[in-house]
């Protein structure tokens, strides 16, 4: 599956070998954009969610053409056409552009192209915000059209609010096929009108970044994390220590250490906690995150590099996600949560984040035909 990765790119894809200068990657900014590579054209933004919303209003006010492909019957078409945009169904919207944003969710795309495929002409562009169904081999684009990638590394209702506010959104940019010669001119540019080249895109591959992205979402993002959590929760509780304590020290805290992480690395970190605190971390951390940890690191990687891992959750999706239900309540079901839920009841501090979970909530255009998707804002982790 992997050697899907690359048509018209040099680097490789899903390196494992550590970065040396030469394979730093390029960062593309506003000087870099040339709008009239897109200024005439027009897009079809198809799914009006988290990033369609986003990218169809930001276009729309750089001045480029945008059509949004929605349903029949969408919830999502009134919010589109509130915001003042020309609302077609998919395949309408992708007869009448050159340009065709896939904004709908990454499993239901499969389904969209084959709906919209026929209106596709030489010479247009598909292009994506994630690179699972291409690297995958999930869609298969004809031959004589571009396939390129522009990634916001944020939801989208940070990527409309920064451009509201004249700031911008760190991108990735991936050419799959380059038809026309035009991919990346073009790529910038619609970079440059969601407001991504204000802040700067960088260079990658479908390849690279599919992987990279379901690797940090597996090992440490999003499962890493919440096993280091309940497992360090467990321990305390299981040798007596009280819920409530064991809750915040080992998951409230945990925002204040990726707050200082985030804004000046693990040294910021370090600096920021008492020396017995560094000291600990420093001689006991590897302790947890062991060689051992380390190997089941790489065999997660392996399963997203060779496909398994794509083929399981594609499986998965046919039979209507019989595992993924199951894992999901019995994960909702672990007494941190209901704990959590308690304190966050009792302290003030919960209120400002509660407000931020609304904020995006209340953004978020959701659709029923898929319960498991519309729950809640899918930030791309
Ligand atoms: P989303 O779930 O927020 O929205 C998808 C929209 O697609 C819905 O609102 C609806 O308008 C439409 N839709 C839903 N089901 C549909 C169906 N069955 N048929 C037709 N249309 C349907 O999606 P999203 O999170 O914006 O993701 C879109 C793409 O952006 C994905 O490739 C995703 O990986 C990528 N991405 C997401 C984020 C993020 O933070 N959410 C970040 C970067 C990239
Ligand atoms: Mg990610």
Sequence with gaps: MTDANTRTTSRTDGGTEGSTDEERATIYYEADADASSIAEKTVAVLGYGSQGHAHAQNLNESGVNVIVGLREGSSSRSAAEDDGLAVRTPAEAVADAEIVSMLVPDTVQPAVYEAIRDGLEAGNTLQFAHGFNIHYGQIRPPEDVDVTMIAPKSPGHLVRRNYENREGTPGLLAIYQDYTGEAKAEALAYAQAIGCARAGVVETTFGEETETDLFGEQAVLCGGIAELIKAGYETLVDAGYSPEMAYFECLNEMKLIVDLMYEGGIGEMYDSVSDTAEYGG??????????????????????????????????????????????????????????????????AWADEESETAEESEAVRESEDENEDESEREEVRA
Aim: hydrophobic share 35%; proline share 2%.
């Design 282 to 347: 420093l001689t006991r951390g590897n302790v947890v995150v062991d060689d051992h940890a380390r190997e089941n690191m790489e065999a997660v990687l392996e399963e997203v590099q060779t496909g398994t891992f794509a083929r399981e959750w594609i499986t998965e999706n046919q039979a209507n996600r019989p595992t993924y239900r199951q894992l999901r309540e019995r994960e909702k079901a672990h007494e941190i949560e209901a704990v959590g839920e308690r304190l966050r009841g009792l302290f």
